[in-house]
């Protein structure tokens, strides 16, 4: 039914169900899913308010952020590319539902898959949240993807040093 999905992730629990939703909905079919995150670079700088940064750190700072966000888009996406399903990949700065909206304009997307975050911020509630954002301005049909059962937080790695 559906030929283009516009998965959005911002890694976390949630993205990671409706990642399985998709793949469940796609699996053994030709569709394709592009696979987008949008972030906002002042989102990951905020300590620039105290300490401006000169135009070469900053820079260095955007690159190296395009950069790990690649890799974390590219990790989040083996998982579809394991179950046979062909990908694209698609990275932009911005509001985040605007940037979905966008990028499934873009690809001339049938159905946009995303997670829902069930802990809303005083923000949400009186902004709306991304998935309430992406809904009203979506080209197509929106899939929020949504479980009662709360995601396993992901394990912390000790950066402790192994006692002999």
């Not at 990951?44 to 105290?50: A, R």
């Not at 974390?72 to 539902?97: R, W």
């Not at 979506?138 to 394990?155: D, T």
């Amino acid at each position: 039914m559906f030929k283009k999905i516009v998965l959005a992730t911002d890694f976390s629990a949630r993205a990671e169900i409706a990642r399985e939703v998709t793949i469940n909905l796609v699996k053994g079919t030709k569709a394709k899913v592009t696979v987008v995150t949008i972030y906002h670079p002042s989102d990951y700088m905020m300590w620039h308010d105290l300490f401006p940064p000169t135009d070469k750190v900053e820079k260095y700072e955007q690159k190296f952020l395009k950069e790990l966000i690649s890799k974390k888009l590219h990790d989040y996406a083996k998982k579809l590319e394991k179950a046979g399903i062909k990908i694209n990949y698609v990275m932009k700065t911005g509001m985040v539902a605007n940037g979905i909206v966008k990028a499934a304009k873009e690809v001339k997307a049938d159905l946009i898959v995303l997670g829902s975050h069930s802990q809303r911020s005083l923000g949400d509630v009186l902004l709306g949240g991304t998935a309430v954002g992406v809904q009203a301005k979506s080209p197509c049909p929106v899939l929020i993807a949504y479980s009662k059962v709360k995601p396993k937080p992901k394990k912390k790695t000790s950066r402790k040093p192994k006692k002999k």
